[in-house]
């Protein structure tokens, strides 16, 4: 390929310049930089009616008929006002907040969400929920998210416990009302599930069986006792979605459940679309629930696990809220059980219901780290996520040879960006190194440079006959403030996105992910000494024209990729 003398005489006035081998962050390096940037830049401005509702961005559709499958890109609290780099193959954004989720062309987002309308005349009993109760629920203790209960708490028990607690008093009876608040934001895929409820003796709460419950359904408008038989029969039941959603319906029924005495627990049991295990119903006791004899258990969001052997899980919890003048009980239950692998998301908001009570301090048997409920500060959780590869070129300030596997680097990057100290938690994996020279990987942040991966020499995952295989286990650093990804090459400079190497080719590609989790595609680069031009359309389209957005998943020539 011909290389202008210009090229050449700006490279070589860029090492010249570089007196501590390093690269001066000029408005031209800047300039030069972005014409290679594979992100688009958007601002984020989402408001709420209550201030701290839960939110989250994503770059795709992120279900899989109603679980959520994906990891969203941005996560937060209103109100927030920040921008979001977004990967150009991307074409319209997923916002998921107050329990729906709705979708925008890519481009800056200004989002001011409505108040719900008040409750509208119906034959039922109607309930006034307070905005600042809802928030609370979607945003706290059930947000649509992955995972929202962990470990050992996936065993408890969190039934209502009819008994004294130290504010109540004492007491004999206890009145309990149920109301439908609605769902996770499942509801978009026609998931319809239906609830009914069960009173057993509190005694029996560890080895219960079926036969020590009395259930409890609807029947010509009034709550009775029925059968069993009625629950497995899909009869009867006190909340069934696809009535509440009906004609966009947008007031809380409430029913009357009745008066307890003490001494017994109140729990409930749902079926949604899933009929994996035991029909599909689904207990907030976990005794009634199939117990699961070996399974580990994949978190979504971090991909930790968790091994489960000969126990019962609980299908739905309930957690005990003060939320302004409100105190009382909150219910969210899960329609998959953790067995189902990917359709199992854990969010446990596929039907949501306020509990009240006479005393109000009635609470659950125990408690339970729910959703967002553990983080005391919203600054842990408001997250921007990136992920993708680097590829480096590692022969600055000399012209490379354009093949970008003398270091491939995997990394995600875990922007925490309300936080006051501006924390990043960052993980990167080598996945390829194409190079005689022994190279460092690294970010550059206040302090300088932050070495991240050493030793990078050799040629391993960049020729046709060699089987892929990550290199080395990934590196998990927290640095903080502004940080920019670098390699430091065995001639000691540092070589950034901004370097020189040509007017038509970069030092460093930065190959966004947009859904790491997508099996249908994975970026593959070139093996050794073959250009990136060669192997995909990067300096112009097929048609000619300008380089496409997503010009990394369309590959020239597939056969002088390296495979994986």
């Known amino acids: 390929m011909y290389i202008s003398r210009l090229a050449f005489v700006l490279a ?21 930089a972005r014409g290679f940037d594979n992100r688009t830049t958007v601002a984020v401005n ?22 959520l499958v994906k990891q969203p890109a941005l996560t937060g ?19 998921v907040a107050q329990g729906e989720m709705k979708s925008y062309e890519v481009g800056n987002l200004s989002i001011s969400a409505a108040a719900r309308p008040g409750p509208q005349s119906r034959a039922a009993d109607v309930n006034p929920v307070s905005a600042r109760v809802m928030t609370a629920v979607n945003s706290i203790y059930f947000p649509e998210k992955t995972n929202n209960v962990r470990g050992d708490d996936l065993f408890k028990c969190t039934d209502l416990v009819i008994d004294r607690t130290p504010s109540s008093g004492d007491f004999d009876e206890a009145e309990i009302w149920l109301t439908f608040l609605g769902d ?87 079926i949604g679309n899933s009929t994996v295990s035991n029909g599909g119903f689904r207990f907030t006791t976990p005794w009634l629930n199939e117990r699961v004899q070996d399974y580990t258990l994949t978190y979504q969001d971090d991909k930790k696990t968790f091994r489960i052997v000969d126990r019962h899980l609980a299908n739905g919890y309930i957690c005990h809220v003060t939320e302004g003048d ?13 067995t189902e692998s990917a359709k199992y998301d854990g969010d446990y908001n596929d039907i949501l219901c306020m509990i009240e009570s006479n005393p109000r301090t009635i609470a659950p048997g125990e408690e339970v780290e729910i959703g967002n409920s553990g983080n005391k500060d919203p600054e842990e959780i408001a997250c921007k996520t990136s992920v993708g590869l680097y590829l ?17 680097v995997q990394y995600e990057i875990r922007d925490y960006y309300q936080s006051k100290n501006r924390a990043k938690q960052i993980t990167v994996q080598l996945m390829a190194t194409g190079s005689h020279m022994s190279n460092s990987f690294g970010f550059r942040d206040s302090k300088g440079f932050q070495p991240f ?58 190959i966004p992910l947009s859904d790491p ?43 002088l990729l390296f495979g994986r």
């Open 326 to 338: 409100f105190q009382g009980n909150i219910l969210g239950m899960e329609n998959r059980v953790v």
């Open 12 to 32: 070589a006035l860029s090492a010249a310049s570089c007196i501590d081998k390093d690269v001066d962050n000029t408005e031209f390096y800047e300039k030069y």
């Open 453 to 510: 991966l050493s030793g990078l020499k050799g040629y391993r995952n960049v020729y046709a006959a060699q089987a892929f295989e990550p290199v080395g286990e990934p590196v998990v650093q927290t640095l903080y403030g502004d940080v920019v990804p670098c390699l430091k090459n065995e001639s000691e400079y540092y070589i950034y996105p901004s370097s020189f190497n040509t007017a038509e080719y970069p030092s460093v590609l930065d």
């Open 392 to 408: 480096f070129e590692d022969n600055y300030p000399y012209r490379g040879d354009f093949d970008f596997n003398d270091a491939v």
């Open 77 to 95: 609290f209103t109100p927030v006002s920040t921008t979001l780099d977004v990967p150009k193959d991307v074409e319209r954004l997923y916002v």
């Open 184 to 270: 996770g934001g499942c509801r978009h895929s026609q998931l319809f599930g239906k609830l009914w409820f069960y009173t057993y003796p509190s005694s029996k709460q560890d080895g219960l069986t079926l036969g020590d419950c009395t259930f409890y359904g609807v029947k010509d408008g009034e709550v009775v006792a029925i059968p069993y038989s009625e629950v497995r029969a899909q009869r009867s039941w006190v909340f069934y979605t696809r009535e509440e959603f009906s004609s966009n319906i947008a007031s809380y029924k409430r029913y009357k459940l009745g008066v307890f005495p003490k001494g017994l627990n109140l729990g409930f049991v749902y």
């Open 517 to 559: 989790d997508d099996a249908s595609w994975k970026f593959e680069w070139p093996q050794e000494m073959q250009s990136i031009d060669d192997c995909y359309w990067f300096l112009k389209s097929a048609s000619g024209g300008s380089r496409e957005k997503d010009w990394y998943k369309r590959p020239k020539d597939a056969a």
């Open 46 to 67: 989402i408001a709420s009616e209550v201030a701290g509702e839960y939110y989250a961005v994503y770059f795709g559709n992120p279900y899989d008929g109603e679980s």
